[in-house]
Structures are given as structure tokens and as C-alpha cells.
């Protein structure tokens, strides 16, 4: 009789407590550059975690790094990943090719705004209408955020999206922000580079030099905020972990009020991710600085972006709205 009534007992006082779910993993691949800070900062300071917590859930998020887009997009399929990097264009192609099955892909989070630029070293240059034919024009890859600017910039410029992509260069930043201040041109290039598509902390670093300007903003193209990258995960992958959405656009809220509050903080965190030969601890925190509203959980521009993708006949069945290419935990914020 005494066991059971202490075996009941037992059994009562645990009930009593709120009890920690089973640990899940969660997986956010992870690429290189200034637009992954709110993740870096959630990986430091364990706020996945942390927010998990908050909701008696018990977490423990991991951050493979990822060398390339393709690399992204096979792991998220093949599961080996929870949620990857996308561009605004790369995701709605993924929305959109999988439509209706558990392979679709929706925006869980933002990352960052942050505003790309497209540079000159010619002074009598000041919008894309007075590139000229000799012009190249560098960017990361030809299938960059930038690209598809350029391409939405030139529909509306010239009534061809296409008019100045034979002018495109592949080219690193590193490599860019030389050639366009004067420094050794790559190898093959018929002309000179004259003009690139830069992003934070590059386009600082190539206006350091009194050549060049800007002929082009983001903001100006998309008519506000644009989401450089955006988190996504699969319809199979939101409904075996439902409230990972949450979670992590909760974690990246808290990421980017630290990134607003402080940051020189938020510098040395990058730092020690990316650890930089021409960017110093106060050069990266003035740059942070200059940027820091544009990190986040909300997406901007994704339908812009989808009614730029449908004019060109790239989308199947384009969605109505923004809403219904993220998941739930975004449907209240001020994405566009």
C-alpha cells in the first residue's frame, strides 16, 4: 500500500511540472557575407534555443555551412537540412515547381533588406540608361539577387529585361571593388569593368574611392525594402516540426534587435565568422551601423518579385499574394 501511495505521489508532482518536449534538431544551412549576421548571432548567443525554451520545447539548432545555392537547394530536398537561403526569385521558383506537394517551399523567415547598389567609375554615368555598350558590369554570379535587379531595372528602362545582360560579368566582390577602382582586370575580359552590383560591406568599400558613385538602388527598383535572402523550408519539413517557423523567426527578431542595439557587438560576432583582411572591427561596426534596420524576420518584394517572374512566364500558377508563399508565423508582419 505504501509504494503505491509513493508511486502516485511520484507520479502527481511530475505531472505538476511543465516537462520539456523530446529535443528536436533543427538545421539552417548557412552561406557567407554580412546578410547571414542575424544567424550568426543566433548561433552565438543560442537564441533558437532560447526562443524554444520560451515555448517549453527543447531545442538544439545546428548551422552547416553551404558553398553553394545548388548545394542549398539538394540538401534542403534531400532533408540532410531543415531550412536554406534562397533569393526572393530562387524561393517563388521553388513555391512554385512544387506546388501541392510536400517538396514546396515557404518562407519561414527574412534575414536582411540589406540595399544593394550598382556602382560606376564613369563620370559621365549616372542611371543605366547611360551605360554604354563597352561598359561590363560585375556581380557575384549571374544568377545573383542582383541579376534579377538588373533585369527588373532594364524591363523598365528599356522595355527588355534582358538589354544589358550580355554586358554581365561573373566576378568575387573582392575582385569587383578592385577592377572598378582601377586594379588588375580579370583575365579574358574583352573590356574593362566599369560599373558592379555591390552589397554591404562591399559597396562602403569601393566608394572609398572618389571615382565611383552610385547609378542604382535596390529601393529605387523595387519601390521599398527587397529581401536580399530569405530562410525557406519544405511543406513536409513545417509539418514534422510545426512550430520551427516560430521559433525561428522569433530568433531572428531577437537577432536583429541586438544587430539595432549594438553594433560594434554585432561586428566582432561577424568577425569571428568571417574573419576579414581589409575590413577592421570599427570599419565592419560603421558599416553594421548604416544598415541595422535592414535585419529581420519579414520578407520584402516577394511580389514584385512574382509578377516580374509571370510577366516573363517563369511562374506555372503565380501566387495572389505574398501571404501565401510564407507560413503562418509571418502572416502578421510587415512583409510585402
Not at 533543427?26 to 533558437?48: M, N, S, T, W
Not at 515555448?55 to 545555392?69: C, D
Not at 517538396?103 to 563620370?123: D, E, K, T, Y
Not at 554604354?132 to 532594364?154: C, F, G, N, V
Amino acid at each position: 500500500m505504501l509504494s503505491r501511495c509513493l508511486a502516485a505521489l511520484l507520479f502527481l508532482c511530475t505531472a505538476a511540472v511543465p516537462a520539456l518536449a523530446q529535443e528536436q534538431q533543427i538545421r539552417i544551412g548557412i552561406g557567407f557575407g554580412l546578410a547571414f549576421l542575424p544567424l550568426y548571432v543566433c548561433e552565438d548567443l543560442k537564441l533558437i534555443e532560447k526562443q524554444a525554451q520560451a515555448e517549453h520545447l527543447e531545442v538544439k539548432a545546428s548551422f552547416p555551412r553551404l558553398m553553394s545555392a545548388r548545394q542549398a537547394q539538394a540538401e534542403i530536398a534531400s532533408g540532410a537540412i531543415d531550412i536554406a537561403p534562397f533569393g526572393a526569385a530562387p524561393l517563388l521558383a521553388a513555391w512554385d515547381k512544387a506546388q501541392g506537394t510536400p517538396q514546396q517551399i515557404f518562407a519561414v523567415s527574412g534575414l536582411a533588406s540589406l540595399p544593394l547598389v550598382l556602382l560606376s567609375n564613369r563620370p559621365d554615368e549616372h542611371s543605366i540608361a547611360d551605360l554604354k555598350p563597352s561598359d561590363r558590369i560585375a556581380m557575384p554570379t549571374l544568377t545573383s539577387p542582383q541579376m534579377q535587379l538588373l533585369e527588373i531595372a532594364s524591363q523598365k528602362q528599356f522595355g527588355r529585361y534582358d538589354k544589358l545582360r550580355g554586358q554581365v560579368v561573373e566576378m568575387s566582390h573582392a575582385d569587383a571593388v578592385d577592377a572598378l577602382g582601377g586594379g588588375r582586370q580579370d583575365e579574358g575580359a574583352k573590356d574593362d569593368v566599369t560599373a558592379y552590383f555591390a552589397s554591404p560591406p562591399y559597396t562602403q568599400l569601393a566608394l572609398r574611392d572618389a571615382n565611383v558613385h552610385a547609378i542604382l538602388k535596390s529601393t529605387d527598383v523595387m519601390n521599398g525594402k527587397f529581401s536580399f535572402l530569405v530562410l525557406g523550408a519544405s511543406k513536409a519539413a513545417v509539418e514534422a516540426k510545426p512550430q520551427m517557423p516560430a521559433i525561428v523567426a522569433g530568433a531572428i527578431e531577437a537577432a536583429a534587435r541586438i544587430i539595432r542595439d549594438d553594433p560594434r557587438r554585432a561586428a566582432q560576432i561577424f568577425l569571428t565568422h568571417e574573419p576579414s583582411g581589409v575590413l577592421s572591427g570599427a570599419a565592419a561596426a560603421a558599416v553594421i551601423g548604416e544598415v541595422k534596420d535592414e535585419f529581420g524576420s519579414a520578407v520584402y518584394g516577394l511580389q514584385t518579385m512574382a509578377g516580374f517572374l509571370n510577366s516573363r512566364g517563369e511562374l506555372k500558377a503565380p501566387p495572389k499574394s505574398w501571404k501565401d508563399v510564407v507560413t503562418p508565423a509571418l502572416l502578421n508582419s510587415s512583409s510585402s
